[in-house]
């Protein structure tokens, strides 16, 4: 590795490729160029050196101010109906604990935790979609150089990625990765990432203190400083 200046695996992986285009250019064809087609020209974009993080970032922003502005009329919704259900169980049960406890702790308790639930469905649908057009593919090979620079191989991404889902499968995810090292780095710093069970206390605490016209970008930030850390 000092005479080579770079790691082994990556020196021996580099070789066999080389070796393989020898090949391949021995007993191979070419035909005529061919224009590129729609795909190819949206690569060109989205995993532009100039471009492509950038763009990144910004649909990130835009799927979490989404996620907030969307979601506030279900919320409303939600809101209004647990209200409802705990004024009708105010007005039939008497005073006293047992209708503190019902209407207050049971119906209050509950309908505050689930009138975040439409923010964490418009969330993991956004995600979906993004999955779904290919786009995370893209994301991968384009975050490949960033990882590279913290000390991690490109196909950490992954990992990462899904540990904004659950960090158990993330850290499961890691098996991937052909050094122990990029392994146990990639474990330990899996769980900064913000996972689904996070998502519902960042969501009531947001909601609690900031405007809905904040909400989306300060959720933004709370995601970014952890893929910073």
């Known amino acids: ?25 021995q007993i191979t064809s070419k035909g005529e160029a061919t224009a590129p087609d729609f795909s190819e020209r949206i690569d060109r974009v989205l995993t532009n050196r100039l471009f492509g993080l950038p763009i990144f970032l910004f649909l990130m922003w835009l799927l979490f101010n989404g996620v907030f502005t969307l979601g ?7 809101e209004a109906g647990f209200a409802w259900v705990g004024d009708a169980a105010r007005s039939v049960i008497p005073e006293g ?10 119906i209050g308790g509950v309908g505050g935790v689930l009138v975040f639930l439409p923010n964490i469905l418009l969330l993991f649908l956004g995600i979906a979609i993004l999955e779904g057009t290919g786009y995370m593919a893209r994301a991968a090979f384009l975050m490949d150089r960033i990882m590279r620079a913290v000390g991690l191989h490109g196909k950490s991404f992954i990992p990462l990625l899904l540990g904004f889902g659950c960090t158990v499968p993330s850290v499961l995810g890691t098996r991937t990765l052909e050094s122990p090292r990029d392994r146990l780095v990639t474990m330990l710093v ?33 995601y970014f ?5």
């Open 225 to 229: 400083i952890g893929i910073f850390l």
């Open 190 to 222: 899996a769980p900064l990432m913000s996972c689904s069970a996070k998502l519902p206390v960042y969501t009531l605490l947001i909601g609690s203190f900031f405007s809905d016209e904040w909400a989306g970008t300060v959720l933004f930030i709370v």
């Open 97 to 106: 604990e047992l209708r503190d406890l019902v209407a207050d702790g049971i």
């Open 72 to 78: 506030a009329y279900p919320q409303e919704w939600l």
């Open 1 to 25: 590795e000092e005479k080579l200046d770079e790691e082994v695996d990556i020196y021996f992986a580099e070789r066999r490729y080389q070796v393989v285009r020898e090949w391949a250019e």
